[in-house]
């Protein structure tokens, strides 16, 4: 999670991103563009490079195959879902054109929504790249309701017609509505389950009679609305508390406030929605091949490698016959993932069967983002850069400008090895705010959740996103409405209910509805 973040070589930006310079330029306006300030009139922090530097080598997690840093309650595909989401929020869609003559995305920007355009780019006639072809009519000369679906490339003892990957051209590019999409194995795979999900969703409106020129505005509508929903109250609501998306709709957003139209706050882009990097894992159990015990784990490198941004899948420019286990034309079948493994879509999963926790939301990130290849250098030192090139202010200033009633104090900073050198520096008084939201969450939600003040950001943000969008569920039907697609408890809808009602759990095992 996080916005214009290289997490690997090769990873992908979309649209514009803000700069200090232009933020500084939007203090007081209602409808500051594509990015604002949630607190404009705050003094920026400044710190220099050396402690920041020090502050971030000692937020490496130095055991991060221990079991006492896992969080439990979290199981590891939220962290990804939170990537998928991330790109689908900061999506940028607006022509060179358009960039040209609006740089600054004040008035010419798509705005920044839970609405899958990551998935739907600009619909059947603007994206027809995405969409399969019509079959019911004009002989397949016009794209239909579905998208398209990839396959991929039998390997080893795993065969059959599986429909397990992205859709790609000839290069292995994928063709999907943002591309940075697969830039991560785990990202990949929650993309193609998305995809799946509008097309069971198009079948089951197709069988229930809907005439087929209105299946894809319907199917994109339900589709989108349970995403918001589930978005709101099984991923939000799991990393800070239940019942604060209730809440704030009942109260009002104190924080994230603008006057028509929503925009991405830096406070937000910059920091609290960082956390996802301390939920990243290093080793992962991905299938019954790749796993502890297997023929090998799945590294968080090894995630990155089977992709088509950051990997080896190259299409047609792969040789042929393939040799695995790269480079590739398509992903190759012993890759295709096992749901179970990273969302709990059993009760509890059989023997063997390893459910993921994502790591605990604190300071502490694994090695592996502490030396990004290349010249990716430390992802903890570029974020805690990137909040002073930004102009964040400090934790304490946030903490108090929310009135938060026990906001951490010097010596709850202070705790721990990391903790030391925030001392050592000063920055146990003048915290950085991605630190301050990863202290707070230690401190304060023992790893397992949010602060306050990260917690009420990061749902107010949420919450303003979907409402500020006039064809999401909250703007045309309200904070009463509820999910109608089959679900475990009926009402609500969670990511396992998608990945159970898309019918897909772990295809390399036969398993399609459990």
Not at 356 to 370: A, E, G
């Amino acid at each position: 999670m996080g916005t214009d973040v290289n997490v690997h070589p090769g990873h992908g930006k979309a649209g514009r991103q803000p700069t200090r310079q232009f933020l500084d330029t939007l203090t007081g306006h209602d409808d500051p563009g594509m990015f604002g300030r949630m607190f404009p009139t705050l003094e920026p922090l400044a710190v220099d490079d050396g402690p920041l530097r020090e502050l971030a080598d000692a937020m490496k997690d130095a055991a991060p195959g221990d079991a006492a840093g896992n969080n439990l309650k979290v199981p590891a595909g939220f962290t990804y879902l939170g990537q998928f989401v991330d790109h689908d929020i900061t999506l940028d869609l607006t022509s060179f054109g358009e960039k040209e003559a609006d740089p600054t995305a004040v008035t010419n920007f798509r705005t920044p929504a839970l609405d899958l355009d990551s998935i739907y780019g600009l619909g059947p006639d603007g994206s027809r790249h995405l969409y399969a072809r019509n079959s019911a009519s004009d002989s397949g000369k016009t794209p239909g309701p579905k998208l398209l679906i990839g396959k991929t490339v039998n390997v080893d003892t795993i065969t059959g017609d599986h429909r397990n990957d992205l859709p790609r051209n000839p290069e292995g590019f994928a063709l999907i509505g943002d591309h940075r999409n697969d830039e991560n194995l785990v990202v990949a795979q929650t993309h193609l389950a998305m995809l799946k999900f509008h097309n069971k969703v198009c079948d089951q409106l197709a069988a229930s009679g809907k005439p087929a020129g209105e299946i894809f505005e319907e199917a994109r509508r339900i589709v989108t609305w349970h995403y918001q929903w589930m978005v709101l109250h099984d991923f939000v609501e799991r990393i800070t508390e239940k019942g604060i998306v209730a809440k704030i709709l009942e109260q009002g957003r104190r924080f994230y406030r603008f006057k028509k139209t929503p925009y991405m706050p830096v406070e937000f882009s910059g920091a609290v929605y960082r956390l996802g990097h301390s939920m990243v894992r290093q080793v992962y159990s991905h299938n019954r091949i790749f796993t502890p015990g297997g023929l090998t784990p799945a590294t968080l490198d090894l995630l990155f490698r089977f992709t088509g941004l950051s990997g080896g899948i190259i299409g047609d420019l792969a040789p042929s016959p393939i040799t695995p286990p790269l480079p590739l034309p398509v992903l190759s079948s012993n890759w295709i993932i096992d749901w179970r493994r990273y969302f709990q879509v059993l009760p509890n999963n059989p023997a063997g069967v390893t459910l993921n926790p994502s790591r605990k939301i604190d300071p502490f990130v694994v090695p592996q983002l502490h030396t990004l290849p290349g010249d990716g250098g430390s992802l903890p030192f570029r974020n805690l850069k990137r909040g002073v090139l930004l102009g964040l202010p400090s934790g304490q200033d946030v903490a108090k400008a929310m009135k938060i009633k026990n906001p951490l104090s010097p010596e709850e900073i202070s705790k721990g090895t990391d903790g030391a050198v925030a001392k050592k520096h000063g920055l146990h008084q003048h915290t950085p705010l991605w630190y301050y939201i990863l202290k707070e969450a230690e401190q304060r939600g023992g790893g397992e959740r949010l602060g306050p003040v990260g917690a009420t950001l990061l749902a107010e943000v949420f919450v303003g996103l979907v409402h500020g969008d006039h064809q999401s569920y909250l703007w045309l039907k309200g904070k009463t409405w509820k999910p109608t697609l089959p679900s475990q408890v009926p009402g609500e809808f969670t990511m396992a209910d998608l990945l159970r009602f898309v019918g897909d759990i772990s295809p390399i095992d036969g398993i399609t509805t459990v």
